[in-house]
C-alpha cells in the first residue's frame, strides 16, 4: 500500500502529543519518544535515510571516596553570527562514587522532500519557477 506523501513547509514544527517536544512537522517518528506519529511511507523513508551530521560522547566516571557530584547538561544553538538561538537545559543529576554516565550529542540532517505539487510554488522570490525545478 502506498499512502501519498504529504510535503510540509521545511523547519515547521510541531508538538509530540506524547512526549511534548517540540520536533519537525515533516517527521513520522518522534525522535525524543521514539512513538510513530503518523503512517506516511515517504516521510518514514526520509527519517530512514537522515545522515548523523555531528555526534559526540563521553564518559564521566565519579572516583571512590569522594563526596558526590553535581552536574547539569546545557545545550545551546549559535547561528552563523555567534548569535545563541536556543539555550536549554537538558538534564540535571548527581554521581556518587564509582558512578558513570554517557553523555551522547547527535544532529541529524534529513534528505529534501519530494517537491510540492504544482498550485503550491517554491521558487524562491524573483527565481523563475522553471529556473528553481533544475
Ligand atoms: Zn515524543
Not at 547539569?72 to 537538558?90: K, L, P, Q, S
Not at 548527581?94 to 551522547?104: N, P, Y
Request: hydrophobic residues 40%; proline residues 9%.
Amino acid at each position: 500500500m502506498n499512502v501519498a506523501s504529504r510535503p510540509v513547509a521545511a523547519g515547521k514544527t510541531r508538538t509530540c502529543p506524547h512526549c511534548k517536544a517540540t520536533i519537525l512537522e515533516s517527521l513520522s517518528i518522534c525522535p525524543g519518544c521514539l512513538h510513530h506519529l503518523r503512517f506516511d511511507q515517504e516521510a518514514a523513508k526520509r527519517q530512514v535515510a537522515a545522515t548523523s551530521a555531528l555526534r559526540v560522547e563521553g564518559v564521566i566516571r565519579h572516583p571512590p571516596l569522594e563526596d558526590p557530584w553535581e552536574y547539569y547538561v546545557v545545550i545551546a544553538i549559535r547561528n552563523d553570527r555567534g548569535e545563541e538561538v536556543t539555550r536549554h537545559v537538558v538534564n540535571v543529576g548527581v554521581l556518587q562514587s564509582t558512578e558513570k554516565r554517557t553523555f551522547a550529542l547527535s544532529v541529524e540532517l534529513l534528505p529534501p522532500q519530494a517537491p510540492l505539487t504544482s498550485n503550491t510554488p517554491k521558487a524562491a522570490p524573483g527565481v523563475p519557477l522553471s529556473a528553481a525545478k533544475r
